[in-house]
């Protein structure tokens, strides 16, 4: 079942590209090339520097809020090698997977491990999510004009978001208070959750750390549409942007492309601007991101180069004797290995 959702996750993301290559043509996709020069990809580079401290950053606070143990340089190291497997290898969350089961490892509880990044992936959503609904419902765009054009739309999907707040919260209450191992695992997670992202000392800290990296990926958007050409404002952009990143969210994608592109396009057209000049500006941000993870392939190679010159410096240091041909090694049994120590103490 999880090899058929990964494959589907993989042909929607191939779908829905192929879907705006027929609709929009090639032209997009080549200027997203073209149009990137030296100082637009160094300044979303520096900006992926910060948006990556930070996020490590926040990982470390939920970390630590778990009882692991986890040094902020292991993890910026760890979270770029992580950005860049999302961004090179297809699903979009492989990064993620690794250096939970790496940390996990490292620490002696896997479990706990992935669920902190679980946590810390899930701060910053819910960030995204809560400035994204805010902006989406009060600054004009085309989201807020279809509400507005259709306003039990916007009855339904409020109502829609109530009814399943309150429902989870019935659910939650239950199952916490029940015997069975999934009471225990909510009861677990509860636990984890107010220890790792509400504690008194957290949750500021990690709020903080969260506003920061959605601010750098908005900035990054803005980098990508200026040199798309866009000369939009910033208030006119921020809720196509938003409505972006909310769609990079969806698990249907391929290293990340797929409905960004798509849902780029839609909201520029939507919003009376070009959806060429939408897919292109999603066209430069994926490129942003994908040479801002770059740093990820050097922890690679470089943590690979260390482990096999640590391999050569073993070998070299404890070779292996070898038998004579046609001597067979006599058998040194535990007794035997008892008694010389003792012969040489008695010495």
Not at 88 to 103: F, I, K, M, N, Y
Not at 278 to 288: E, R, S
Not at 316 to 336: K, N, T
């Amino acid at each position: 079942m999880g090899r058929i959702w990964a494959w589907a996750r993989i042909l929607g993301g191939a779908g829905i590209l192929v879907f705006l290559l027929w609709k929009l043509g090639t032209g997009a996709f080549v200027d997203g090339l073209r149009v990137i020069d030296g100082p637009a990809l160094t300044l979303a580079f520096a900006i992926g520097v910060a948006t990556t401290v930070f996020s490590a950053w926040r990982w470390c606070l939920v970390a630590r809020g778990l009882g692991l143990r986890l040094s902020f340089r292991t993890a910026v190291a760890d979270y770029y090698k992580a950005l860049f497997l999302n961004a090179a290898l297809p699903g979009g969350v492989l990064g993620d997977v690794d250096r939970a089961v790496q940390h996990g490892r490292d620490e002696g509880d896997v479990a706990k491990s992935v669920r902190a990044v679980v946590l810390e992936r899930t701060a910053g959503q819910l960030v995204l999510i809560a400035v994204g609904v805010t902006v989406l419902l009060t600054v004009p765009s085309p989201v807020l004009s279809v509400l507005q054009q259709h306003g039990f739309v916007l009855v339904v999907v409020l109502g829609s978001l109530l009814l399943a707040g309150v429902v989870l919260a019935v659910a939650f209450r239950r199952l916490r208070q029940g015997g069975s191992r999934v009471a225990s695992a909510v009861r677990t997670g509860a636990a984890e959750i107010r220890t790792g992202l509400l504690a008194r000392r957290n949750w500021p800290i990690v709020t903080l750390a969260s506003v920061v990296v959605l601010v750098g990926h908005l900035a990054t958007f803005v980098v990508a549409a200026r040199a798309a050409g866009s000369t939009a404002s910033l208030t006119r952009l921020a809720p196509l942007m938003l409505l972006a990143l909310l769609a990079m969210s969806l698990p249907l994608n391929i290293g990340g492309w797929g409905p960004r592109e798509a849902v780029t396009a839609w909201a520029f057209g939507a919003a009376g601007l070009s959806a060429t000049q939408g897919l292109t500006t999603a066209v430069v941000y994926g490129l942003f991101a994908f040479v801002a993870a770059l740093p990820g392939a050097v922890v690679i190679l470089t943590r690979a180069a260390v482990k096999l010159r640590g391999v050569a410096a073993v070998r070299v240091a404890a070779p292996i004797s070898p038998v004579p041909y046609g001597v067979a090694a006599a058998p040194v049994s535990p007794e035997m290995v008892l008694g010389r120590e003792l012969a040489r103490a008695g010495a």
